[in-house]
T-cell receptor, first 112, second 116 residues
Framework: QQQVKQSPQSLIVQKGGISIINCAYE??????FPWYQQFPGKGPALLIA?????SEKKEGRFTISFNKSAKQFSLHIMDSQPGDSATYFC???????????FGAGTQVVVTP | DAGITQSPRHKVTETGTPVTLRCHQT?????MYWYRQDPGHGLRLIHY???????DKGEVSDGYSVSRSKTEDFLLTLESATSSQTSVYFC???????????????FGPGTRLTVL
């Protein structure tokens, strides 16, 4: 069974809007929570990552919010742009070099 | 692309035939991984390696074997391909290179495998 549950499956947002993707996990041994971005025909690429000792991490227009007690974390894409149209995967691992458990992915489409 | 190549990039084969996919890195990273990507499942770990000749199973290892005889190469073999192994396969690497420790996995461009 999938150890990391991701929602929604797909998302359409207007340019300038906010995209929000949510993930939940069960394994309390997870200690590293990255988000990957994937464009069609390409391999995933790391977008931003967080460890559970902080509740929020921001890099440019991308923010991870982390709720350790609820075992949930989310990605917010502010001021969404058409170039952000891609599939986004959350993941979790016991450490940054460990075996990643991926969510099922969210396809984000940003309309002009 | 972080010095990772995968070959072949596309392959069509028939059920029951053996298939070997190759991942080659130029980064001298210690850790290498094989994932498969299927709609609705994200990426799932097949096998991984934490050094030359050191490998271990991931969550979907049945029907797959791996070998790593050199730091730079990690081979994935389907001993007898089945239609359920039709997928996109990604290799990833991470570790320490040039005195710098990386916290992310770098992914290759993928191999699209179709088993008829």
């Amino acid at each position: 069974q999938q150890q990391v549950k991701q929602s929604p499956q797909s998302l359409i947002v207007q340019k300038g809007g906010i995209s929000i993707i949510n993930c939940a996990y069960e394994n309390t041994a997870f200690d590293y929570f990255p988000w990957y971005q994937q464009f069609p025909g390409k391999g995933p690429a790391l977008l931003i990552a967080i460890r559970p000792d902080v509740s929020e991490k921001k890099e440019g227009r991308f923010t991870i919010s982390f709720n350790k007690s609820a075992k949930q974390f989310s990605l917010h894409i502010m001021d969404s742009q058409p170039g952000d149209s891609a599939t986004y995967f959350c993941a979790a691992s016991p450490d940054s070099w460990g075996k990643l458990q991926f969510g099922a992915g969210t396809q984000v489409v940003v309309t002009p | 692309d972080a010095g990772i190549t995968q070959s072949p990039r596309h392959k069509v084969t028939e059920t029951g035939t053996p298939v070997t996919l190759r991942c080659h890195q130029t980064e001298n990273h210690r850790y290498m991984y094989w994932y498969r990507q299927d709609p609705g499942h994200g990426l799932r770990l097949i096998h991984y390696s934490y050094g030359v000749k050191d490998t271990d199973k991931g969550e979907v290892s049945d029907g797959y074997s791996v070998s790593r005889s050199k730091t730079e190469d990690f081979l994935l073999t389907l001993e007898s391909a089945t239609s359920s192994q039709t997928s996109v396969y990604f290799c990833a690497i991470t570790g320490t290179s040039g005195g710098k420790s990386y916290n992310e996995q770098f992914f290759g461009p993928g191999t699209r495998l179709t088993v008829l």
